[in-house]
């Protein structure tokens, strides 16, 4: 089995920074793309950033120059830096993992964590 645990959300005021963690752990053979997706309520979850193994990083453009995604792959951890947060991102944020194990290849999700920002 494989577990994703996500560390970093919190209150913050507007125009401040988060920076999220997410690592995976478990029947790990290797992890492709690691993205943070965003979900608030009676909205759709949406993709914000994703960082494949090869290097590629996509962002919704929303975040586009204001959130930074990295990964440290011997740790298999992937990071979101966020920056000149606004209301709008306020969310609850998942972190994604495509994971090869020894028997299967499939996403897993992590638990969430609740970003909120005041204005």
């Known amino acids: 089995q494989v577990q994703l645990v996500e560390s970093g959300g919190g209150l913050v005021q507007s125009g401040g920074s988060l920076r999220l963690s997410c690592a995976a752990s478990?029947?790990?053979?290797?992890?492709?793309?690691m993205a943070w997706y965003r979900q608030s309520p009676g909205k759709q979850r949406e993709l914000v950033a994703s960082?494949?193994?090869?290097?590629?990083?996509r962002y919704a453009d929303s975040v586009k120059g204001r959130f930074t995604i990295s990964r440290d792959n011997a740790k298999n951890t992937v990071f979101l830096q966020m920056n000149s947060l606004k209301p709008e991102d306020s969310a609850v944020y998942y972190c994604?993992?495509?994971?090869?194990?020894?028997?299967?290849?499939?996403?897993?999700w992590g638990q969430g964590t609740q970003v909120t920002v005041s204005s």
């Open positions: 994604n993992a495509e994971v090869i194990s020894t028997t299967q290849q499939r996403d897993y």
């Open positions: 478990g029947n790990i053979f290797r992890v492709y793309a």
């Open positions: 960082f494949t193994l090869g290097g590629t990083t």
